[in-house]
Structure formats: structure tokens, C-alpha cells
């Protein structure tokens, strides 16, 4: 199944991916994490992308286009993809119907921004895989370390309370209006889901409105 989620920053929708890829099959592809992985790769795109990230800004359409076009052909994407955090713009929605990409559904996750800052707050990443915890709702066993090897959990540099209030008006403004979009498209599954359940609960909810 091809799955486009959208929602706010620190919604959940990496955390839901991750059930989704598992549940449904195919490739879990996090705009986010790939960029963060030219980072610290310290790439020519990493280091473009750096001062917008920082920023709570979005990276330029050219250079997200670009690298999702390369990766959504790669093998693990045959059998299906969930979209975390793409596209973003509407000249992302419509790159991605240009190179003939059409998904089978769009899953919108909401929450209310104090909400959201809480969960932000208190997640906590393992940079090397990307797994994601939070202190009080998803903890891992052993406090600030990563339950599969052990090593570090650190906060992500765009994780400040500014920077995060900085993304959640850049998502109103240039990521809202995807639902819209989305909407208006006939025979294309849209589903609104409140996220403020627990973990387990919002991913029983996705996966029924998916028919799973
Ligand atoms: P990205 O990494 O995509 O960040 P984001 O969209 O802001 O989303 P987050 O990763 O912050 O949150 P999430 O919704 O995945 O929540 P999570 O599951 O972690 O993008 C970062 C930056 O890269 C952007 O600002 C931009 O600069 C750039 N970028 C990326 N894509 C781009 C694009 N397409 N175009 C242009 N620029 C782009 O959950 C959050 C926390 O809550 C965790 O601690 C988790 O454990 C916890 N949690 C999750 N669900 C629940 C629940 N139900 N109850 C309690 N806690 C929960």
C-alpha cells in the first residue's frame, strides 16, 4: 500500500510510520531522517539543508524533490511506502503526481499544539537508526539509552521549544493546505485521525480506517 501521512511536527507520524511499514509492508521514507543522515554525513546536501532545519524552516522544493525521486524508485519501495513528512509544499504533492506516484491513501493526523510541544519536549532520538522515544510516553527500558544497542539518545537540535513553534507556523501556513488538496481528490481515501490517544490507540485507529 502506498500511504502519504500528514500532520504537524511531533505529532506522531514517525512513530505511526514505523507500525505502518510493519503492518502493511513496503518502506517507511522520513524526509526528515534522510535529511538528517546527510547531515551527518556532512553532505553537499546536508550542508545546504542545515541552515533551514535549524531554522524550523523548510528545504528548498528543488533538493527534497530531488532526493525523493531517487529514493522512492530504490526496491523497497516496490511493494509500497508510507511518506513520513513528504511531500510538504503543494509543488512536492504535485511532483510526486507528475512522476506518476499515486497513493492509495492519505492519513492526516491532528493534535492541538500545546499537545504537541509535550511530545516534543520529551522525545528523545538514537541517531544512527532513528528510533524514537519519549521520556514518559514511549520510554526506553533503560532511561536515555537506545534499547537495540545501548547507545546514546539525544535531543534533536531542532527540538527547541522556539524552533518548534517556528515549524508548527510553517506547517499551518505550507503543509495545511495539502488536506485540502488531498480531499478534493475523488477515489483517493482521506482519513482524519485525532492523535491525542496513546500510542497503541492511535494506531489501531489508522490501521481500521485503513481497512488493515
Ligand atoms: P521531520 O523530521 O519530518 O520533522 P516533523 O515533521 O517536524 O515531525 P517530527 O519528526 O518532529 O514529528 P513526528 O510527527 O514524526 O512525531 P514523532 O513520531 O517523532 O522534519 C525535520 C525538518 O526537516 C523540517 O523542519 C524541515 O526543515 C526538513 N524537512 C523534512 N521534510 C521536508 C520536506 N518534505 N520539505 C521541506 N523540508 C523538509 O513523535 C513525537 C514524540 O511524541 C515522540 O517522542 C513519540 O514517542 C511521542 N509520541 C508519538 N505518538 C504519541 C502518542 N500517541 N501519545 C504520546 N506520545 C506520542
Known amino acids: 500500500m502506498k500511504i502519504i501521512l500528514l500532520g504537524p511536527p511531533g505529532v506522531g507520524k ?3 510510520a514505523v507500525r505502518l511499514a510493519a503492518r502493511f509492508g513496503g518502506a517507511h521514507l522520513s524526509t ?23 531554522a524550523g524552516e523548510l528545504v528548498p522544493d528543488d533538493l527534497i524533490i530531488d532526493m525523493m525521486k531517487a529514493r ?8 509500497g511506502f508510507v511518506l513520513d513528512g513528504f ?13 506518476g506516484i499515486a497513493p492509495d491513501a492519505v492519513v492526516d493526523l491532528d493534535l492541538d499544539d500545546d499537545a504537541i510541544v509535550a511530545r516534543i519536549a520529551g522525545r528523545r532520538v538514537h541517531p ?9 510516553f514511549s520510554p526506553p527500558k533503560q532511561a536515555d539509552v537506545d534499547d537495540e544497542t545501548g547507545e ?29 488538496h488531498y480531499q478534493a481528490q475523488s477515489g483517493l481515501p482521506y482519513h482524519h485521525i485525532e492523535a491525542s490517544a496513546p500510542i497503541d490507540e492511535v494506531t489501531e485507529s489508522v490501521i481500521n480506517a485503513l481497512g488493515g
Open 152 to 180: 546514546p539518545l539525544v535531543q534533536r537540535d531542532d527540538d527547541r521549544e522556539e524552533t518548534v513553534r517556528a515549524r508548527l507556523e510553517v506547517y499551518r501556513k505550507q503543509t495545511a493546505p495539502l488536506a485540502a
Open 32 to 54: 526528515g531522517d534522510m535529511l538528517r543522515a546527510e547531515l551527518k554525513n556532512s553532505t553537499p546536501l546536508g550542508a545546504r539543508a542545515k541552515e533551514f532545519m535549524d
Open 72 to 79: 522512492i524508485v530504490q526496491p523497497d519501495c516496490e511493494k
Open 87 to 99: 511531500p510538504r509544499t503543494l509543488a512536492q504533492a504535485e511532483a510526486l503526481a507528475e512522476a
Open 128 to 136: 544512527a537508526s532513528g528510533r524514537v522515544y519519549h521520556i514518559q
Open 14 to 16: 514517525g512513530t505511526q
